[in-house]
């Protein structure tokens, strides 16, 4: 017999523990990040809807999880990236960078979830876990204390209940859980609950064991949560301004350039890629991240060109049909000096679509 996989250079797909879930509700499947996820289920548009409404269940468990567990975890953290873990605690979670050590630009954009004073969960995205773990190498050896570095993205799941409704739908499945706040996180029996999500509105995401998620998606659908795929999750994304790696966020893009210089606390002492990131604040950022609200319902995709009285002045990095507002939006990369307000043209396909530069996001919730 053949191996199907021979000769081939790509990894084979990894399944996510709810994969037969997704089956039985005819969930359109597709390659993410080396990962088979659904895309959608009923359709994008409704299951953005019911998240802008009601409350969807994501299966987001492409999603790496590493854990750093030791007395040198905070110190080797607190190193690797940008984020000051000294302005929150355990039982927080936090959003940070982790920067290539050459250029700053931005190798993954990254939550930390803070359970005990020595043991952190950090979500890299799909496709980044081993330049995680690379990166985390080059940080334990720089620090005292012991630290322990394991990737457990293979022993669980991670659900996302998001929107308006998100909270109370879950409630009837576990009230402890429901009531974690906002970027807080909580060890629920089995399950560990943090208080974070991508879509622009309120929910959790829940890191499940992988034996026991196929029950627990059960139960949230049978609460009344519609399943939602990736196609909903990133126009939903979208509309909230949220960077997506390998759009706004990756090869030659630093912080600064995406707008997110927040992230970075420069008073913190060294971390990782501090010197040619202090080189670019110093010199001034030669791009700079902005929205554009489109004309009509025809989106300028990424790397359509924006144009400025007839000359190159950016390039779009996401575009699509925001199913809230009725036309299309895009995110893109722009000489620093457009500001928000001015009238620009996008070129899709030699077809000029006019546009207005605004500052994201273009949902606020």
Sequence with gaps: MTDPDAGSSEPPLRYSPLDAQHRKLDAKMVPFGGWDMPLQYTGVLDEHS??????????????????????????????????DLDRVEPGRAQYTHLLDAADAHVVDD????WLESDRFLVMPNASNTDRLTTAAAEA????????????????????????????????????????????SVAQVGEWVVAGTG???????????????????????????????????RDTLRL??????????????????QAGLGWVVRWDKGAFRGREPLAAERDQGVARRLRGIAVEGRRPAREGAR??????????VTSGNFSPTLGHAIALALLRPDVEPGTAVQLDVRGQLLAGVVVKPPFVTR
């Design 306 to 315: 924006v144009l400025l009285e007839g000359t190159e002045i950016g390039l």
């Design 140 to 183: 334990t050896a720089r620090v005292a204390g012991e630290v322990d570095v394991r990737d457990i993205t293979a022993t669980r799941a991670v659900l996302a209940v998001q929107g308006p409704q998100a909270r109370a739908l879950l409630a009837a499945v576990s009230a402890e859980a429901a009531a974690v706040p906002r970027f």
């Design 50 to 83: 019911a998240c802008r409404t009601h409350a969807v269940v994501f299966d987001v468990s492409h999603l790496g999880t590493v854990e750093f567990r030791g007395p040198g975890a905070h110190d080797a953290l607190q190193w690797l990236l940008t984020n």
């Design 198 to 232: 991508y879509t622009g509105e309120d929910g959790v995401e829940i890191h499940v064991p992988a034996e026991l998620a196929p029950d627990v998606w059960d139960a949230i659908v049978r609460a009344g949560i519609t399943p939602a795929g990736l196609g909903a």
């Design 239 to 256: 509309e909230a301004g949220l960077p997506l790696h390998g759009h706004e966020l990756g090869p030659g893009i630093t912080p600064l």
């Design 110 to 113: 990254i939550i930390v979830w």
